[in-house]
């Protein structure tokens, strides 16, 4: 991130929300064109070089020629095993292979691919979010639901890489040394069926989950509780490897990053109180049984 001469910076970002939305009408793979129109290129002049047509290559790698037509066309992210199989069938000694590593990069939309990079520092994270259940909470259902209520709507191509994207980010569960990672849920977005009922369940039997990870803790703020920190929106704020602190927050098409010292101060203020006003993460999960025996 860019910091200015007094050691300062704020910018909006350009990666979708933890909720489903996005600024952007156009499909997230303009984010990485260059690459996908590489490899496409590539792609192309061996199967030419090769006397074959689309639809003869299709054949030899087992897909069919709308696809191979797509990946030419840079309108498909191909899959390591298109490259590897294409690689053979055009003897191409390697070199489409090769490309896989670079379009496992350009699979996910830039903006997410930032987001997940700036996880991946934090050695804390905490994240208050009042409209749905928080993105690296999200199951893959109630993710693949959420985004398909976004209007304008996404096609199915962008909604499945978007829905790929968001679970992939989920690997900082994974990590090790693990970070602490906090969450206040309001009430409502537990009780919100979006996806349906069924959906609803499994979220949150996979919140229950999740919670009772070591280096995890889900807090809910109920709806009944009077004073409030977090009227002002859902927020994040990160802890480090390098020892500094961002923040973020969300509102309609815009998830803005936070690098102003007093800013970020502020966040952390609100987010310890936030904490402070909900349930403990032991009287949470309890919450969070008694709405999934009422779901």
Known sequence: MSVDGNGTSERGTEYTTDGADSACWASAVDDDGAVLRTVGRQIRLWREAAGLKQSELGKAIGYGEDLVSSVERARRVPQPEFLKNADQALQAGGRIAAMAKDVAEARYPKKVR?????????????????????????????????????????????????????????????????????????????????????????????????????HVEIQVMPTAVEEHAGLGGSLRVLKLKDGTSVGQNEVQLISRLITNPKEVQILEMRYETIRAQALTPRESLAFIENVLGET
Do not use: C, K
Request: glycine share 6%.
């Open 114 to 214: 930032d987001l997940a990079r700036l996880e991946a520092e934090a050695v804390a994270m905490g994240a208050y979010i009042n409209t749905v259940i928080h993105g690296l909470l999200q199951t893959e259902e109630y993710a693949r639901a959420l985004f398909g209520m976004r209007r304008p709507a996404y096609g199915e191509d962008e909604l499945e890489r978007l829905v790929a994207a968001r679970l992939a980010r989920q690997a900082i569960f994974d990590r090790t040394p693990a970070p602490m990672l906090t969450f206040v849920q309001e009430e409502a977005t537990l009780r919100r069926p979006i996806g349906g009922r069924m959906v609803l369940r499994r979220q949150l039997e996979h919140l229950l989950a999740v919670g009772r990870l070591r």
